[in-house]
C-alpha cells in the first residue's frame, strides 16, 4: 500500500492535492506530506495547546512535550508519564514560539496540529511541512467533531482501539438532548480574563460549550473569534447566566456594583467552571470540554440535581488523562464543590 492509498484507506474518503500538499476531502483531518505508518509514530509534536490535549489522551507515550507551561496544579493532577514532559513552546495560535531548528532537533515523526481550519491555518501548515519535511496534520477541532477526532487521530497514531474507547463516551456527551419543548435554552456570556471582559463571540471555538450546554452566546458580532467588550455591551446583552473560568473574575463579579446591577449575577446565575488540569469550558479548546459540556447542562438546567462532580471529575481524569487524582485533591479545584 502506498502513501496515498494508506491515507484513503484511513479516513475512507479520497485524497485531493491541496496547493502541493495532501489534504482529504472532507476528512478532519488535513495532511501535509507523506504519512508514516501508524506503527511507525513513536514522536509526536503538539502544535498548540488543543492538540497537546488529543494526542496526550490518546498515545501520551508519543507526546515529545507541552506547547505552554504547566503549572504545579495542574501537572499533580496528570499521570506520572506525562507530569514532567518539557515545555517546548507552539508552532500555532498566537504567535509560535518555537523556531523551526528546534523542531527539527527534537525529531519528531509528525506534528499534530488541532482547532480552527481556515486557510490562514491551512498555509501554515503546509509552510512548516515544506520548510521542515515532517509531515503536519491539522485536525478539525470543532467540539462537535470530538468523536472524529478522537477515531481518526488515534488511527493516525496507532492507537484506533484507544480513540474508539475515548470516541464512544464524546458521542455519549454530545448527543442531541437539546429539547426545545423541554427547556427554553438561556443566554450565557462567557466571561475570560480576571476583569470579565473578553468572551469568545458566538461561532468561536471557544465558546462552543454553550451551545453544547443547550444555551445560546449572548456575545455576538462579526468574526465569530474572541473580543474585548465594554461593560456597557454586557449590560445590553442581559445575560440569563454568566459562566467563568476565572476565580479572580467570580470575586470580583460579587462584589463590584456594575457586575451587581445584572440579573444573573443578583440571582444566583454565576457560575465558576474548574480549570485544572485543563480549562473544562476552553483552554484550551480541546478535548477537555466533554467535561466541561456536561457540567455547565447540569448547571443551567438542572441546578438542584445531586450529581457527585467531585466523583464524576475523577472518573473522567482517570479515563482520558490515565490518572485518578484522590476527592481531596479534585474538592480544592475552585469551582468543583
Known amino acids: 500500500m502506498n502513501r496515498r492509498e494508506?491515507?484513503?484507506?484511513?479516513?475512507?474518503?479520497?485524497?485531493?492535492?491541496?496547493?502541493?500538499?495532501?489534504?482529504?476531502?472532507?476528512?478532519?483531518?488535513?495532511?501535509?506530506?507523506?504519512?508514516?505508518?501508524?506503527?511507525?509514530?513513536r514522536r509526536v509534536f503538539a502544535a498548540g495547546g488543543p492538540a497537546a490535549i488529543l494526542t496526550h489522551v490518546l498515545a501520551p507515550d508519543k507526546l515529545l512535550g507541552w506547547p505552554w507551561p504547566l503549572s504545579i496544579e495542574a501537572r499533580a493532577?496528570?499521570?506520572?508519564?506525562?507530569?514532567?514532559?518539557?515545555?517546548?513552546?507552539?508552532?500555532?495560535?498566537?504567535?509560535?514560539?518555537?523556531?523551526?531548528?528546534?523542531?527539527?532537533?527534537?525529531?519528531?515523526?509528525?506534528?499534530?496540529?488541532?482547532?480552527?481550519?481556515?486557510?490562514?491555518?491551512?498555509?501554515?501548515?503546509?509552510?512548516?511541512?515544506?520548510?521542515?519535511?515532517?509531515?503536519?496534520?491539522?485536525?478539525?477541532?470543532?467540539?462537535?467533531?470530538s468523536a472524529r477526532q478522537l477515531r481518526e487521530t488515534g488511527a493516525l497514531l496507532g492507537v484506533a482501539a484507544r480513540g474508539e474507547q475515548l470516541a464512544r463516551y464524546a458521542e455519549e456527551t454530545l448527543s442531541n438532548r437539546?429539547?426545545?419543548?423541554?427547556?427554553?435554552?438561556?443566554?450565557?456570556?462567557?466571561?475570560?480574563t480576571a476583569d470579565g471582559l473578553e468572551t469568545p463571540l458566538a461561532g468561536s471555538v471557544n465558546g462552543e460549550c454553550i451551545e453544547a450546554a443547550c444555551a445560546v452566546n449572548v456575545a455576538r458580532g462579526p468574526g465569530g473569534g474572541l473580543a474585548?467588550?465594554?461593560?456597557?455591551q454586557v449590560l445590553a446583552w442581559m445575560p440569563d447566566a454568566i459562566v467563568s473560568q476565572y476565580p479572580e473574575f467570580h470575586v470580583l463579579a460579587r462584589q463590584d456594583a456594575f457586575w451587581r446591577r445584572l440579573p444573573a449575577v443578583r440571582d444566583g446565575r454565576l457560575l465558576l467552571a474548574p480549570a485544572l488540569p485543563f480549562g473544562w469550558l476552553d483552554g484550551p479548546p480541546s478535548i477537555n470540554r466533554l467535561l466541561g459540556a456536561r457540567w455547565l447542562a447540569s448547571r443551567l438546567h438542572d441546578p438542584s440535581a445531586r450529581?457527585?462532580?467531585?466523583?464524576?471529575?475523577?472518573?473522567?481524569?482517570?479515563?482520558?488523562?490515565?490518572?485518578?487524582?484522590?476527592?481531596?485533591?479534585?474538592?480544592?479545584?475552585?469551582g468543583l464543590t
Open 178 to 192: 437539546c429539547n426545545r419543548a423541554v427547556f427554553p435554552r438561556p443566554g450565557v456570556y462567557l466571561a475570560r
Open 307 to 334: 450529581t457527585d462532580w467531585v466523583d464524576f471529575a475523577r472518573d473522567f481524569n482517570a479515563l482520558f488523562y490515565g490518572h485518578a487524582p484522590t476527592r481531596e485533591e479534585l474538592m480544592r479545584l475552585p
Open 228 to 232: 474585548r467588550v465594554s461593560r456597557e
Open 77 to 145: 493532577l496528570l499521570a506520572p508519564l506525562v507530569r514532567n514532559l518539557p515545555m517546548l513552546g507552539r508552532l500555532a495560535g498566537r504567535g509560535s514560539t518555537l523556531p523551526l531548528e528546534k523542531l527539527v532537533a527534537l525529531k519528531p515523526d509528525l506534528i499534530v496540529d488541532g482547532g480552527a481550519v481556515d486557510a490562514t491555518y491551512l498555509s501554515a501548515a503546509e509552510r512548516v511541512w515544506r520548510q521542515t519535511g515532517i509531515p503536519y496534520v491539522l485536525v478539525d477541532g470543532r467540539l462537535a467533531e
Open 6 to 41: 494508506y491515507l484513503v484507506a484511513l479516513t475512507g474518503l479520497s485524497a485531493v492535492p491541496w496547493t502541493g500538499a495532501m489534504a482529504a476531502v472532507p476528512s478532519i483531518l488535513h495532511v501535509f506530506g507523506a504519512l508514516p505508518p501508524p506503527d511507525r509514530v
